[in-house]
């Protein structure tokens, strides 16, 4: 689950971390993009030292480096976190976006309330946090399913 919550020992409040789910690892990236460098040079063997090969050569570099440009691209945008702070009186959401920038909300956990919208969100099972005349959502990039879980989580943290 690409969330988890932290709850110290020593204060009343609870901390949820959201994060998008990254299915390449580092070790991985590495591996890929240099399996994908070996495989693409495989038919260059064949040109060997012959003048063609300079003519092939370049396309084959480029789709290499475009595959790892595509690749760290979305790495970045993927690079988001989330985090819900929830004291004993105040709700508080912080977003950090790929680019930097930061987005809060907060409200008094009294009058804060979770919503799903199952249909009319950008995505399916939209999960909102409502407070202070503001809706913002939260755990967008979550798959379907985690947003279920995300919701069912929130809505018993919120009530306690």
Known sequence: MPYTWIHPQSAPTAELHLWPHQSLRPRGYVRFIGITAAMTCIPLLAFLGTLLIW???????????GLKWALDRSRKDR??????????EQARLERTNPDGAQQSWQCNRYWASVE??????PVPHYVTLRGCGREVE??????????????????RAFRH
């Open 116 to 121: 799903m919208h199952d249909d009319d969100g």
């Open 138 to 155: 939260i755990g967008a990039f979550l798959s379907e399913e985690e947003r279920l879980t995300l919701y069912d989580d929130l809505r």
């Open 79 to 88: 690079q988001i976190i989330e985090v819900l702070t929830l004291g004993p």
């Open 55 to 65: 003519g092939l050569l370049p396309f084959v570099v480029l789709a290499v480096f």
